[in-house]
């Protein structure tokens, strides 16, 4: 363990350049910029709040709010799986050419959606600001979900960077499968409107979980429970975990096939 940590000490400064060039990448000749990660969140819950909100008339309080927070939890979960799904592929170069740790690239890829992710965190509390929500003193543990939110991530994008780099239609099925997790995950629509079958089928899906426990510390003063705590240790330690070892038992043949 000791050698792995030395390892990644060794090779810091070349992930923080690996995060900077992604940043660059995604928001080069862009006129504002990072400001980006801030005004993309905003407009997009100004469009749905007005769409949901009174259309379905969704009678939720703090609407939005409430589905702010629902796309600061699924928005990361897409952007840095997506992302990390290329992320050996996109540096094959580089990886035929010298040794590099091959999990700084997915780990750069989840870094710089983090970066979006606070800046979308950001987002929500100038919008709680606007609504007039109470800022209660549980906001200061949103850590936590968004802490399980990024492990998370990072176990998801180790694995199918890895299973990608064999398997190229994995980029195409994937687009698919978060389309069908962002209608199995409550980040528009309350639980309360769910069929008694379809809300099992609900619950068990990771991510509502964690993000049912941002949105109880941001909207309803509540306290992660201790249940949820763990069942989030669980979900994303055996995510991580499996994540770790597809990518090690896979990495050594990346340079055959990218």
Avoid at 144 to 160: A, H
Wanted: net charge positive; with cysteine.
């Amino acid at each position: 363990m000791s050698a792995y940590i030395q390892n990644f000490k060794k090779f810091r400064p070349l992930l923080w350049e690996l995060i900077a060039r992604d940043i660059k990448i995604k928001y080069r000749r862009s006129v504002l910029g990072v400001l980006w990660t801030l005004l993309n969140p905003l407009f997009m819950m100004i469009v749905l709040s007005v769409v949901f909100s009174n259309l379905f008339k969704f009678d939720v309080e703090y609407f939005p709010v409430y589905l702010l927070s629902g796309q600061l939890i699924f928005n990361f979960y897409s952007e840095s799986t997506t992302n990390s799904m290329s992320a050996i592929l996109s540096n094959g170069a580089l990886i035929r050419k010298i040794y590099v740790p091959k999990y700084l690239f997915v780990i750069s890829r989840v870094c710089s959606s983090t970066i979006n992710l606070l800046s979308s965190f950001t987002a929500l509390i100038c919008v709680m600001l606007a609504t007039k929500v109470d800022l209660h003193y549980t906001v200061f543990l949103a850590p936590i979900p968004l802490f399980f939110i990024i492990v998370f991530s990072l176990g998801v994008g180790l694995m199918i960077s890895a299973i990608t780099v064999k398997f190229r239609d994995i980029m195409h099925l994937y687009s698919v499968f978060v389309t069908a997790l962002m209608y199995l995950t409550p980040v528009i629509y309350p639980l309360s409107i769910l069929p008694k079958w379809l809300y099992p089928i609900v619950m068990l899906n990771p991510l509502t979980n964690i993000l049912q426990m941002l949105r109880g510390v941001m909207l309803y003063n509540a306290i992660p429970s201790l249940s949820s705590i763990l069942i989030a240790m669980v979900e994303c330690g055996v995510m991580l975990a499996l994540g770790l070892y597809v990518f090690y038992k896979n990495q050594d043949e990346f340079i055959l096939n990218v």
